[in-house]
């Protein structure tokens, strides 16, 4: 049957070659579409290393001078590292908080970031140090977020059992010390430091949005009070990060309640709350852009799956419909319906499978000079699979419609009239 398909194609070689160049070149632009959905749908679906499910950022004000109720500094008996954490622990006491920390740089969907240097302690002066993202963070952040460790367990218990100030992503242990246990190396911030820090423990891969691939990055921990108060005072209490976990089942909408019924426990000495900001609806500001981006992307693929929709069903439709004399001659001599609409499916399929391996040359090319996106997905085969697969069925669905509906026309024509058009 093949063999019988192959000489009628060939025999007519010079229409079916047009319509196997147009099939080649449509074939081509959907494996790049559906290559470039496939590496956002993957990126955006992997796990971030974080919730922010229920996760609230306190902004800290300070009262100035000039407002009623401003103490003096003369007046005040604390620093305003321990009124910080005074108004923490005021946080933390109420029955609708599961947990609150303070950090720096470390709030995800935010503009906030720092990056520092950090080699093993072992390394010598050869080895060029990269810089890696840096947040300094007190043992109840991994709470708040929900951060595990390697091994999907909870990372504060993990942190907190074992000495050592700092904490890394599993991405970093891989880049400082080649897939080996991190837990206890010696590190230090640069090749001419000589005082060395401690891996306390690694965490899994955190992504910094859904558009972004996990990349390394590390923890510096404020173990005790008196780190944390000695942090804030030198970066000051309104860049602090303060970041409070709700209980599940407490809904935004009673979060003005919940303030208000907090009163003056919200204000220490000149430090206040002054907004809180639900994470959730920080993160859409954040990513606008790319969202946007990514809107725009899907309007043009939808136009031009439109156009290649109505080309490829148009071509067949018109190649069916001249065939009607040759479908006519074959119902006469005993072909069935189901016969006739069978023959034409296998004559268009089998057109499109012969774009196959020219597909497969311009793939691999295209991953020879690294065109695709290689750095959120690499390329395998399972993707590459994926790609000539799903555009592979999606012109075949094409091709069957264009044939589908004249045909059934087609075959419902007496033979008589049919033989007319022979």
């Given amino acids: 049957m093949i063999k019988h398909i192959w000489t009628i194609i060939w025999n007519q070689r010079r229409n079916n070659g047009w319509i196997f160049m147009e099939l080649a070149l449509v074939f081509g632009v959907l494996c790049v579409m559906m290559d470039s959905f496939l590496v956002e749908f993957c990126t955006y679906n992997k796990p971030l290393g974080f919730d922010i499910t229920n996760v609230y950022k306190v902004n800290i004000g300070k009262i100035s001078s000039d407002i009623p109720g401003y103490v003096p500094d003369s007046s005040l008996a604390t620093t305003e590292g321990e009124d ?17 920390c303070l950090a720096y740089s470390a709030c995800p969907y935010t503009w906030s970031n720092r990056w520092a240097q950090l080699v093993r302690a072992d390394a010598d002066t050869s080895v060029k140090p990269n810089y890696y993202q840096m947040f300094t963070v007190s043992p109840h952040y991994f709470d708040v977020f929900r951060i595990s460790d390697q091994e999907g367990r909870p990372a504060r218990p993990v ?3 074992n000495s050592g100030d700092i904490v890394l992503s599993e991405d970093m242990v891989t880049s400082l010390f080649a897939g080996q246990s991190g837990v206890g190396k010696q590190v230090k911030w640069s090749n001419k430091s000589t005082n060395s820090m401690t891996v306390a423990a690694v965490t899994s891969p955190i992504r910094q949005n859904e558009f972004e691939k996990s990349a390394p990055c590390f923890y510096q921990l404020m173990r005790t009070d008196e780190d944390i108060v000695e942090f804030v005072n030198e970066m000051k209490a309104q860049n602090m990060d303060c970041l409070v976990r709700m209980n599940d089942g407490f809904r935004k909408e009673e979060m003005d309640g919940f303030l208000e019924a907090m009163g003056e426990r919200l204000t ?8 809180v900001i639900p994470l959730e609806e920080q993160r859409p500001v954040i990513l606008k852009s790319r969202t946007d981006n990514l809107k725009k992307k899907m309007v043009l693929v939808g136009f031009m799956l439109v156009n290649v929709f109505f080309g490829i069903v148009g071509t067949f439709w018109l190649r069916t419909q001249s065939r009607r004399g040759e ?8 072909a069935s319906h189901g016969m006739l609409k069978r023959h034409l499916n296998q004559e268009g399929l089998l057109l499109l499978a012969f774009a196959i391996p020219l597909i497969l040359v311009f793939m691999l090319n295209m991953i020879y000079f690294d065109l695709p996106d290689t750095g959120r997905l690499p390329y395998t085969w399972w993707r590459l699979l994926v790609v000539v697969g799903g555009a592979f069925l999606l012109l075949a669905g094409m091709i069957r419609v264009g044939i589908w509906l004249p045909a059934r026309k087609i075959t419902r024509m ?5 033989l007319h058009y022979e």
């Fill in 414 to 418: 007496n033979p008589a009239e049919a």
């Fill in 159 to 161: 942190v907190e059992q």
């Fill in 268 to 275: 220490v000495n000149n430090l206040y709350v002054s907004c």
């Fill in 327 to 334: 479908m006519g001659l074959r119902s006469a001599i005993g």
């Fill in 84 to 100: 910080l954490l005074r108004l923490v622990d005021n946080i933390r006491q109420a029955k609708e908080v599961e947990e609150v």
